[in-house]
């Protein structure tokens, strides 16, 4: 079955760095598009990056842009999130989750999170 | 960027009850929009795409209405495995946004 895994949460101090990563399994990873949400403590959902198919095209959320870089491997079926300068505000269970096919739209299926905890 | 407002925040209702959670966008967003239920600690998932088509597998009970700006999620009798937040979320601009959710508690 389709299957998404992250990694690579923990505790960081603001200014350091996290790179998570996402295991994708049951599907042509290659074929989709794919997604990181972030979803703060006690707090609503927040879509954070966007990247192609073939790694193309990338879009990332106002608040993470210039820090955050999403990378694909379609050879590994992982998809990866790279955090430098990470902030208190950037405390979060972290999703990657999958858009449909070769677009954009909702995000189904989503893997089980992982936290990133920002704290001196 | 768009955003969503999701009415109530907060409902409490009975084992059978209809239940109705409405989103407004802050923008005409045509029908790209989702609804999703999130269980405690649990990840999202998707029940609703495109305002009214359910997703394979979900209950019937389920739907949704809506186009432009104003749209609908409504269960038709409440279940006591349904205790969760919902939320709707956009896909016709970028950011993708998500309106702040809606828990849902059994009275």
């Known amino acids: 079955q389709v299957q998404l895994v992250e990694s690579g949460g923990g505790l960081v101090k603001p200014g350091g760095s996290l790179r998570l990563s996402c295991a994708a399994s049951?599907?042509?990873?290659?074929?989709?598009?794919m997604s990181w949400i972030r979803q703060a403590p006690g707090k609503g959902l927040e879509w954070v990056s966007y990247?192609?198919?073939?790694?193309?095209?990338?879009y990332y959320a106002d608040s993470v842009k210039g820090r955050f870089t999403i990378s694909r491997d379609n050879a590994k079926n992982s998809l990866y999130l790279q955090m430098n300068s990470l902030r208190a505000e950037d405390t979060a269970v972290y999703y990657c989750?999958?858009?449909?096919?070769?677009?954009?739209?909702?995000?189904?299926?989503w893997g089980q999170g992982t936290l990133v905890t920002v704290s001196s | 960027d768009i955003q969503m407002t999701q009415s109530p925040s907060s409902l409490s209702a009975s084992v059978g009850d209809r239940v109705t959670i409405t989103c407004q966008a802050s923008?005409?967003?045509?029908?790209?929009l989702n609804w999703y239920q999130q269980k405690p600690g649990k990840a999202p998932k998707l029940l609703i795409y495109?305002?009214?088509n359910l997703e394979t597998g979900v209950p019937s009970r389920f739907s949704g209405s809506g186009s432009g700006t104003d749209f609908t999620f409504t269960i038709s009798s409440l279940q006591p495995e349904d205790i969760a937040t919902y939320y709707c979320?956009?896909?016709?601009?970028?950011?993708?946004?998500f309106g702040q959710g809606t828990k849902l508690e059994i009275k």
């Open positions: 989750a999958r858009p449909p096919g070769g677009w954009l739209g909702w995000f189904d299926p």
């Open positions: 049951g599907f042509t990873f290659s074929d989709y598009y």
């Open positions: 990247i192609s198919s073939s790694g193309s095209t990338i």
């Open positions: 923008q005409d967003i045509s029908n790209y």
């Open positions: 495109d305002a009214s």
């Open positions: 979320q956009q896909y016709d601009n970028l950011p993708h946004t």
